[in-house]
């Protein structure tokens, strides 16, 4: 049997499109494998926000050639949203003749065909779309879990922050009919899946028909019997409502836990990114949700080194997290990314500064998520076994519903199930504890 290979690079949304092109080539009669170079077929998604994901993308497609060479008939695919740039996809053209196939984030579903025509045709395939059209419903996947899975309830963003690329590959804000979304998770619940995570650029913008918004869904979705945990990813504070922080108080299966992304501290900077709020009205959300939910999860991304940030804008940014107190954070040095409108401001931060800026943020981050996890000793939490611990072969890991990695002596039985584990240590990063 032919077997096929993919590389993800980038978000969960990009992990939930390697799922549905892992689909079809199953359906096609293909064979998934971990070993690359015994693959006959391989995928790289593509991830256009930081430049660290630009390198290894070009990096990986150096040991395609290799394959190549060897076998005629390997096909090499490359696709996301590095595809949706047109500068990315003239480079590959130019540079690297062994890539078969060319697509973006807007037609995997025609995939297949595409395929099908470099197999028969042996010649280059091209197809990129500069608009997403409908939804395609009811594709087939091939989800890398069966006890917790990723569903998309929209794609697109409209919200332009002046550093972020994602608008321009990934299209307008597109949501999915509520319905759709409910039976998708009645399968997989049916097929054994104890948790699902909603994804979205801005789950908070979510509309569906009859008006259904995000919080309507999460009301819905907390009434299908055998789910045991609702998370969604990603969204955006000027969107998050009253409406929405209600459902953390009414729905018993919504994760004790909201990733909010702040990116600044400072109001200056915030304006500068477009992100349409203060500091101050931050702060307001996160006292609300603690409100409903006193000891929610709360983790954050964060940007350092913004076009024109100073010393004191930064200084603001760290006032912020010691006040918030996060329970993690994704931290990030700017990049420039090309066809952003931050692209274009003069004033960018000296490198070192950055660096300086980056390192003393991260100090006081990891403060914060050793006091919160600190706290959680001696209290028992239901975790979601995942898998074995990477530490210890006789210690499984899994994640509680605040999202806390916990570490605990068991079996590889329990992978998929949830346990009642005490805890009874902890570190910056996870949690120990025992089987109650």
Known sequence: MNKFNIQTLGCQMNERDSETIAGMLTEMGYESTDDKTQADIAIINTCSVRDNADKRFFGMLGQLKKQKEKNKNFVSCVCGCMMQQQHIVDE????????????????????????????????????????????????????????????????????????????????????????AIIDEARNLVSQGTKEITLLGQNVNSYRGRDNVDFADLIYMLNDIEGLERIKFMSSHPKDLSDKLIGAFRDCDRLSNYFHLPVQSGSDEVLKKMNRHYTASEYLTLVEKLREVRPDIGISTDIIVGFPGETEKQFEETLELVKKVQYDSAFTFIYSVRKGTPAEKFKEQVDEGAKHDRFNRLVEEVNRSAAYKNSIFRGRTVSVLVEGVSKNRNDYMTGRSSENKIVNFKGSRSLIGTMQEVEITSSNTFSLMGEMV
């Open 92 to 179: 590959v053209k130019q540079k690297y003749p062994w890539v078969d196939i060319i697509f973006g984030t807007h037609n995997i579903h025609k995939f297949p065909q595409l395929l099908k025509s470099v197999q028969a045709e042996k010649q280059r395939q091209i197809d990129i779309w500069n608009d997403g059209m409908e939804i395609i419903e009811n594709l087939p996947a091939k989800r890398l879990y069966k006890h917790k899975a990723f569903v998309n309830i929209m794609f697109g963003c409209n919200n332009f922050c002046t550093y972020c690329i994602v608008p321009y590959t990934r299209g307008r804000e597109r949501s999915r009919d509520p319905q």
